[in-house]
């Protein structure tokens, strides 16, 4: 486990590296790109044939929410920018993408966010699940995927490489904006603005604490049906430093949260666009 988690958190720094610095690795041959279409982040990732990390970009997102398109020409219009952003850096076009869902998500949302990638210019190549795409990034062979999304959290249960099982429920980043929106008594933006600011992260994260052991008693009613070895946590909204802890302490097995994770699903979902 230790031994791929290391191998992982190397190629996911190197993909914030390029995403901060705005700059690009060399490649050669095909470039494949994932849209990770957040309810708090858009990224777009890019990786070569061997899934090594090229380019990437992100931008904040209000467009959609729990999976769900709610301003579809926004999304188009972020999805583009980045994508012209990316295309300016390399020097050559990005054809071809893969998107990403939470589990559980109605048919019609799934269209609604192909449509969104191929209105940005883009051939669609397939849409996976999240906590799937998660684990593909990780190289995870067995054990638990929790994203922990804006509005969602979502888990699939690994088992010899394959997923068996995936499940979703609607607890996030979200629901701890508003716990802090009615704590602090502020406005929602400035809310999320509080939940980012690293100087007072003990503050922030002794207010949202209730919202984290409700995420880790939903992973625990799935992993007390499909009993894991491990958990492996993903997502913006799990950056905080006591996250695993507490998830550790309510589960009582190993949770590991790898480097970026915020990052962690976008170059997942990148690796899953195959069209050679």
């Known amino acids: 486990m230790l031994k791929e ?3 992982a958190n190397k190629v996911l720094l190197e993909f914030q590296r390029l995403i901060e610095e705005k700059t690009c690795n060399p490649w050669k041959g095909n470039l494949r790109t994932g849209v990770d279409l957040g309810t708090a982040n858009i990224v777009l990732a890019v990786v070569d044939s061997h899934n090594r990390p090229i380019a990437g970009a992100s931008c904040p997102s209000t467009v959609v929410k729990d999976g769900i398109v709610v301003d579809y020409l926004g ?18 076009a990005l054809t071809h993408a893969a998107a990403a869902i939470p589990p559980g998500v109605n048919p019609g949302s799934v269209r609604a966010i192909g449509n969104v990638v191929e209105s940005s210019d883009f ?24 994203d922990v999304g804006g509005g969602t ?23 701890m904006t508003l716990v802090l929106s009615g704590a602090f008594s502020l406005d929602i933006a400035e809310a999320e603005q509080l939940k980012k600011d690293g100087a007072k992260e003990s503050e922030v994260f002794d207010a949202v604490k209730p919202v984290v052991e409700k995420m880790a008693a939903i992973v625990k009613g799935y992993v007390s049906k499909r009993p894991v070895e491990s958990v492996y946590v993903v997502g913006g909204a799990c950056s905080f430093r006591q996250f695993e802890n507490v998830f550790e302490k309510y589960l009582g097995i190993p949770v590991v949260k790898p480097a970026a994770p915020l990052l962690v699903t976008p170059l997942g979902i990148a690796m899953n666009c195959k069209f050679d």
């Open 153 to 175: 959290t979502g888990i699939s249960i690994i088992e010899q490489g394959k997923v068996v099982f995936s499940g979703d429920e609607p607890t996030g980043g979200t629901h």
């Open 123 to 146: 051939i669609l190549t397939g849409i996976v699940d999240e906590p799937t795409a998660a684990a593909d990034a990780l190289g995870i062979e067995s054990g638990a995927v929790v």
């Open 75 to 92: 999304a188009i219009r972020a999805v583009r920018q980045l994508k012209e952003e990316l295309e300016s850096r390399l020097g050559t």
């Open 5 to 7: 988690l290391h191998a």
